[in-house]
């Protein structure tokens, strides 16, 4: 009865089964790997975020260029304030606002984005105290450019004058005639007025939409090992029962030939 497993056409069935399912589940495990690696990598971020805060500062230049290892570190910068922004739509315990970014012109020539606090509601320059004149020192966590899209960094174009989206190098050098380092820092303390911005875990180190993507890939995979499993089973209970049915007779007998039709036989004649 199950003789018909040693046709060509079966061996390649079963060589196809025995190919895909592992395929399903080391692409499934892989999957959640993927999904296991991210979990810890945002655990060790939250950490380093935390463990940041009481260290002493460091200058600028030591921590630069910002990585996941530098990122959240104290950083320390010496300038004097320069052109000011506003970074409309972010939130600040679950409160939305703004925050109050300024350019901090170094000895270099080049310039710290500092977010000097958060404020509530609409953008408004009026609403925000005027910036620190002279030589200034700032302490802060150092953060990474932003990229639009991310993080909850909106992706917004056509914003006033005065405002910007992302605190990017790449949108500041476009507002500013001067070069702009790419990184930026949060006061410990905000300005007098504002409240004072939580820093960050870089991107690509927390739960994002990416990690749960992986979750979902892992779902998938092994569902698909699964559907080959069972379309297997249900080909070979097909093929078990049509042999069956073929030893009591209960199929038809299939004709060698097939009628000529009467048309061709006139043809013919």
Not at 23 to 34: K, N
Not at 100 to 112: E, F, I, M, P, S
Not at 224 to 239: I, K, P, Q
């Amino acid at each position: 009865m199950y003789r018909f497993l040693l046709t060509p056409r079966w061996w390649g069935i079963n060589v196809f089964v025995l190919l895909a399912i592992p395929f399903c589940i080391f692409m499934g495990s892989w999957q959640l790997g993927r999904f296991e690696d991210r979990v810890q990598s945002s655990r060790d971020a939250d950490k380093q975020v935390e463990a940041a805060k009481t260290e002493a500062a460091r200058p600028l230049a030591e921590l630069l260029p910002v990585d996941k290892s530098t990122s959240g570190n104290q950083a320390i910068a010496t300038g004097r304030y320069a052109d000011q922004l506003l970074v409309p739509d972010r939130d600040v315990d679950d409160k939305q606002g703004f925050y109050v970014l300024t350019l901090l012109r170094t000895d270099d020539g080049r310039a710290l984005p500092v977010v000097r606090g958060w404020l509530p509601g609409e953008p408004d320059p009026a609403k925000v105290p005027a910036p620190p004149t002279g030589e200034v020192t700032v302490t802060g966590a150092l953060q990474a450019s932003e990229s639009p899209g991310s993080n909850g960094v909106s992706a917004v174009g056509g914003l006033p004058k005065g405002q910007t989206g992302a605190i990017s190098s790449a949108s500041l050098v476009n507002l500013v005639p001067y070069k702009v380092y790419d990184a930026w820092i949060t006061l410990d303390k905000a300005d007098s007025g504002m409240t004072a911005v939580p820093a960050v875990a870089p991107q690509d180190t927390g739960l994002d939409l990416k990690a749960f993507q992986n979750l979902g890939y892992t779902g998938e995979w092994f569902v698909f090992a699964g559907f080959v499993l069972f379309m297997w089973f249900r080909l070979l209970r097909r093929e078990v029962e049509f042999a069956r049915d073929a030893e009591l007779g209960l199929v038809p007998e299939v004709p060698n030939e097939e009628p000529v039709p009467d048309t061709a036989r006139t043809r013919v004649s």
